[in-house]
């Protein structure tokens, strides 16, 4: 698993054209104000240690001049991981009020390599356009245009459309596309529904009714489970627990704590 792909879970838009209110879905898990906070933990000989954390803003902003969403995510590994591999990462994404994508940035520092992503969008005579630049670690500068005629998100602007899934429409097993890009190329990825469970976070008296998805990508032949989260069977759809299958080991990211949500939070239990 790249940790591109695992920030996803941690782990989500603006051109007034048909083609972008295409791309859109109404939201009604999130407000602006919205903070999520999370602890990161990794498998370390058999024992699960905590290794950094993980907060998630979403703010009313504006871009181009109209009103947008603006979601960011900050991931940072403590002094015990950085012996071993650092992880500073900071993601960014605006979206316009449907949550179509209008701009992503992730600045990553993952080890000894840093780099950074940029994608603008846009929607030309009904397709889904995207402009790519990436800076390498060695300092070169990429760039592409790529067009799609369905619609393609990035790894923040596909956590906020996740959120506003109705899950009543879907079927246990079922399979929800999920086009996802960076600068460099498409993913072949899909959402798997697994159904409900009720879960409690380690460590605390915090217990939750979930709905649980799987994140799986095709690649080379194969497909991979990257990614098992559960979010909160509610309005908020909050992502309470995610289970990252790596190519180093297993990790894991819990909800330490949340606010300014939109709704109830009807899905804890007391």
């Not at 209110?21 to 999520?36: D, R, V, Y």
């Not at 429409?169 to 996802?180: C, E, F, L």
Request: some cysteine.
């Amino acid at each position: 698993m790249r940790l591109r792909t695992l920030l996803v879970a941690l782990l989500a838009a603006l051109c007034a054209s048909s083609a972008q209110a295409q791309c859109g879905i109404k939201n009604t898990a999130f407000k602006g104000g919205e903070f999520l906070y999370y602890d990161l933990y990794f498998n370390w000989k058999f024992i699960w240690v905590k290794v950094g954390t993980a907060s998630m803003s979403t703010v009313v902003s504006r871009y181009g001049g109209k009103p947008a969403y603006r979601a960011s995510l900050i991931t940072r590994s403590n002094n015990r991981l950085d012996k071993f591999f650092t992880l500073r990462d900071t993601l960014v994404s605006y979206c316009s009020t449907d949550l179509s994508p209008l701009y992503f940035r992730k600045g990553a520092r993952e080890g000894h390599r840093y780099y950074v992503d940029e994608i603008w969008y846009s929607y030309p005579r009904g397709t889904c356009h995207l402009k790519q630049h990436r800076i390498e670690d060695d300092g070169r500068h990429v760039n592409k245009e790529s067009a799609y005629r369905d619609c393609v998100y990035d790894m923040m602007s596909i956590f906020l459309r996740a959120r506003n899934f109705d899950v009543s429409k879907y079927k246990v097993g079922q399979n929800i596309p999920m086009p996802v890009s960076d600068a460099k190329r498409l993913s072949n990825s899909w959402l798997k529904y697994r159904g409900k469970e009720t879960f409690t976070i380690d460590g605390t008296n915090e217990k939750y009714r979930c709905l649980v998805f799987s994140f799986i990508e095709r690649e080379d032949g194969e497909n991979n489970e990257l990614l098992r989260f559960y979010v909160t069977d509610d309005a908020n759809h909050i992502p309470v627990r995610l289970d990252m299958f790596l190519s180093f080991g297993s990790a894991k990211a819990f909800l330490r704590g949340y606010k300014g949500v939109r709704n109830p939070v009807t899905s804890r239990i007391k």
